[in-house]
């Protein structure tokens, strides 16, 4: 391992590799420390079900890792990054046999939506044509805006509740339907503010940068992110749980890609009571019921635009969406849960074997809980493409427990790593963010801001703080 670095890094998921290349860049001796076999914590693929059918473990979807103003800096594609775009980012079937869809363009995407095209232009379009001046807000932590006309304009919309806008701007259930859809992504209830900026986040990011995927699955980003990092002399060690920071060689800055929960149990011991206790009250949301199928053929969609989406929303309605969302928050099994689905080897024919399909999907369950979501979840597809069961091959079942098993960061199966409501989504995990009160030990995981998804920025800012405190000079 590694002499006397300057910089450890505990977890190697995006925003800890983040960290680790930006320290890394600035010419200091960096060390990442990974629990499992495997690097890439959220980001990461594997034969779950059948030899040659790769799936992505977590996160499929990559609209923020190719917007991440990050991420744009590194030269990921000379270290075999790819990006796959699929002829429309996202379908959202209804049970009439229609299918609601967002394609590349704004354009594009207004003129499918009928009645409801203006509506869309003006609210999305208008966050694509802010997109410039909003995306430090965005995908940064709270601090004075340049633009704070801009920001002023769509926080007016990002603040309310996404059930309220979406029945407020839009009149078509598929509309509807579909910013609820989108929105629900913020795992927290649809009649919450502000979840209407989860909805208009990702769904300008659909236009602004497309929902993506990394060619060969997830893994080929965190690689591109690995390759990288190596390149600049830093070392990777895998399957080296970190217990306590107590036992870590010495080094000026110690960064913990970690959510609270985990965190606590390595460092909880040097924190001032306070401290402690405000980790302690961080608030985990609801958790994930997840499934991967190896598939005979393409899911048999009836709505045939389902076929050229790389992410298909299935759930029905906004009223339907907004109830199985409310449910799962409050601790009841939804009984016709959403479930957000992608299907990367439609356009990516590494992922399966020749004419096979690889599909991934999840819905949102209470935290921790032990339902068996199978039926429900395939009950839900096999309404929008009967057949659907008939051409499983195989399936792997991710239960909450179980993603916490395969990440510490996931209390009770929360891919949040935290729940992003009001209080909790600008100053996370406390107001400190990213520095905790021992000088020296940051934290750079998705606990803090701008929280959930792959764009690495937490870990960005995280060791741009390390660097100005510690590790200059
Ligand atoms: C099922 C699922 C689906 C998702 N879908 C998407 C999606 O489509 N798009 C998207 O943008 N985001 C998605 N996400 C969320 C995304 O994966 C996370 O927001 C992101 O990975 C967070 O990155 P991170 O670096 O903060 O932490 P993580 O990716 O959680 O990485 C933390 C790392 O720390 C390691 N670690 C933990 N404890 C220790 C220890 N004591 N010692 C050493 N190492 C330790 C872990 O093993 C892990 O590798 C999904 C997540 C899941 C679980």
Same mark, same amino acid.
């Given at each position: ?134 995306? @430090? +807000?965005? &995908?940064?932590?709270? =601090?004075?805006?340049?633009? $704070?006309? %801009?920001? /002023?304009? #769509?926080?007016?919309? *990002?603040?309310? @509740? +996404?059930? &309220?806008?979406?029945? =407020?701007?839009?009149?078509? $259930?598929? %509309?509807? /339907?579909? #910013?609820?859809?989108? *929105? ?8 919450? =503010? ?280």
């Amino acid at each position: 391992m590694m002499n006397q670095p300057d910089a450890i890094v505990i977890g190697s998921g995006p925003n800890g590799l983040a960290a680790a290349i930006e320290i890394a860049r600035a010419g200091r001796k960096v060390l990442v420390l990974e629990a499992e076999p495997t690097i890439g914590g959220g980001v990461r693929s594997a034969e779950l079900t059948l030899p040659g059918f790769v799936h992505d473990i977590c996160s499929a979807v990559h609209p923020l890792a190719i917007a991440s103003p990050f991420f744009r800096t590194l030269p990921l594609d000379a270290h075999g990054l790819r990006w796959v775009t699929p002829p429309l980012m996202l379908a959202h079937p209804l049970d009439d046999g229609s299918a609601a869809t967002v394609a590349k363009s704004v354009d594009e995407t207004a003129a499918q939506m009928g009645a409801d095209g203006a509506a869309y232009r003006r609210l999305l379009g208008g966050v694509v044509n802010a997109w410039p001046q909003l995306e @430090p +807000a965005i &995908l940064g932590p709270l =601090r004075i805006p340049a633009h $704070p006309f %801009a920001l /002023a304009r #769509f926080g007016l919309s *990002a603040v309310q @509740p +996404a059930a &309220l806008l979406a029945r =407020r701007r839009f009149s078509t $259930p598929g %509309a509807r /339907a579909l #910013f609820a859809g989108i *929105a629900a992504h913020g795992m927290v209830p649809l009649d919450q =503010r502000p979840t209407a900026a989860f909805g208009l986040v990702l769904g300008a990011a659909a236009h602004v940068a497309g929902w993506v995927f990394p060619r060969g699955g997830a893994q080929s980003l965190t690689d591109a992110l690995a390759a990288y990092f190596r390149s600049l002399g830093g070392e990777i060690v895998t399957g080296q749980r970190v217990a306590s920071v107590d036992d870590l060689p010495a080094a000026r800055a110690v960064l913990c890609d970690l959510s609270p929960r985990p965190l606590l149990k390595i460092a909880g011991h040097r924190f001032p009571d306070w401290y402690r206790q405000k980790l302690e009250q961080y608030r985990y949301g609801s958790g994930v019921f997840k499934v991967d199928w190896a598939l005979e053929t393409p899911v048999p969609w009836r709505a045939s635009a389902c076929a050229q989406a790389g992410t298909v929303h299935v759930g029905g309605t906004l009223e339907e969406i907004e109830r199985g969302e409310q449910e799962a928050w409050s601790g009841r099994t939804p009984d016709r849960p959403f479930v957000l689905v992608a299907q990367p080897s439609r356009f990516d024919t590494t992922r399966a074997p020749a004419d096979r399909q690889t599909v991934w999907g999840y819905c949102h369950v209470p935290r921790g809980s032990s339902e068996d979501m199978l039926p429900r979840i395939e009950a839900q597809i096999e309404r929008f493409a009967p057949g659907f069961r008939e051409r499983v091959l195989a399936r792997s079942v991710m239960r909450p427990a179980d993603v916490e098993r395969h990440n510490a960061n996931y209390v009770g199966g929360d891919i949040g790593a935290g729940v992003s409501d009001i209080p909790q989504l600008f100053l996370r995990p406390t107001r400190l963010m990213y520095s905790t009160p021992v000088r020296g030990l940051y934290i750079c995981s998705a606990s803090t801001p701008p929280g959930v998804g792959v764009h690495g920025m937490c870990g960005y800012f995280a060791a741009k703080r390390a660097l100005n405190e510690v590790l200059r000079g």
